[in-house]
């Protein structure tokens, strides 16, 4: 049974820092992206940052580059997501996938298969 398990959520200030991690287990994902996608009250679902299999390839919304920084741990891949300058409007329920297909590099949610139940964060003084 696949499992995607997301931690590391909370509350911190703004201007503060936290750090995600999501690990997925249950069967084979070799070659298959994983990204975090995220979802504020009242909004859709937004893509956040995303990671190649091996880790070479990286990739963030225009809202989070620059503070955010997405790394990853294989064979049993764990993803990890360091948010740093965390501001009010970061507030959301953070969620953990891995893609449908080999690869990916998209940011479209319908391409990913395997979803976490999903971390709250929560920037607020």
């Known amino acids: 049974q696949v499992q995607v398990l997301e931690s590391g959520g909370g509350l911190v200030q703004p201007g503060g820092s936290l750090r995600l991690s999501c690990s997925a287990s249950?069967?084979?994902?070799?070659?298959?992206?994983m990204v975090w996608f995220r979802q504020a009250p009242g909004k859709e679902r937004e893509f956040v940052a995303g990671?190649?299999?091996?880790?070479?390839?990286?990739y963030y919304s225009d809202s989070v580059l620059g503070r955010f920084t997405i790394s990853r741990d294989n064979p049993n891949p764990t993803v990890h997501l360091q948010m740093n300058s965390l501001i009010p409007e970061d507030t959301a329920v953070y969620y953990c996938?891995?893609?449908?297909?080999?690869?990916?590099?998209?940011?479209?949610?319908?391409?990913?298969?395997?979803w976490g139940q999903g971390t709250q964060v929560t920037v607020s003084s």
């Open positions: 996938a891995v893609s449908r297909y080999i690869g990916s590099g998209s940011r479209n949610s319908r391409d990913y298969a395997y």
């Open positions: 249950g069967r084979t994902f070799d070659g298959r992206d």
């Open positions: 990671i190649s299999w091996e880790g070479r390839s990286t």
